[in-house]
């Protein structure tokens, strides 16, 4: 096996574990929590399953963006004239980047605050729980549909 198609594999493997396990989250997981009655477990349950997907999204990331550099000349002619690249690889690199800063908010900015806050502490933290417990599966939801944007421009480029 040539290294080029190992790192395509590790770069596909890398993409499905983050989608996929955003695909889980969004569709299975959250639900559940939400349909059944886990009363004050939900929280710590949901606390605990996030900060291990945290660790795997961020492994899955570091995978990607190697796997990635070490693939991009097989596909530009040159890596310093950005602006020769094909278009659709420069959108795609474009929504890696807001599909990152977004992950980056949630993961290390959104997450940790609701989840340091108590829903029982005072009128005015109330209020903050409620808008970033609102903010933070609106962000979530967004990263997925960027995510699936990913992946449907990098479909078009190997098409292409």
């Known amino acids: 096996m040539s290294i080029a198609l190992a790192a395509v ?24 929590l939400k349909q ?16 291990r997907f945290r660790i795997v999204v961020w ?3 570091g995978l ?8 991009l000349p097989g596909r530009v002619d040159s ?7 094909p278009l659709v690889l420069i959108v795609k ?21 609701v989840s340091r806050l108590s ?5 005015q933290q109330d209020q903050q729980v409620i808008a970033l417990a609102r903010l933070s599966p609106l962000i979530a939801r967004v990263g997925l549909v960027l ?7 990098a479909i078009v480029l190997v098409r292409t």
């Open 9 to 32: 594999w590790i770069h596909v493997v890398s993409a499905m574990t983050w989608i996929g396990g955003m695909i889980f989250l969004s569709l299975v997981f959250v639900p559940v």
């Open 36 to 51: 059944n009655s886990f009363g004050a477990e939900r929280r710590l349950l949901f606390r605990t399953v996030a900060r």
């Open 59 to 61: 492994v899955a990331i």
């Open 64 to 71: 990607l963006a190697g796997s990635g550099a070490f693939l």
């Open 79 to 85: 890596v310093r004239e950005v602006w020769s690249w």
């Open 93 to 113: 690199l474009i929504l890696v980047v807001l599909l990152l800063v977004l992950t980056c908010l949630h993961d290390f900015w959104l997450g940790p605050r």
């Open 119 to 123: 829903p029982n502490s005072g009128h």
């Open 147 to 153: 995510a699936l944007a990913v992946l449907f421009a």
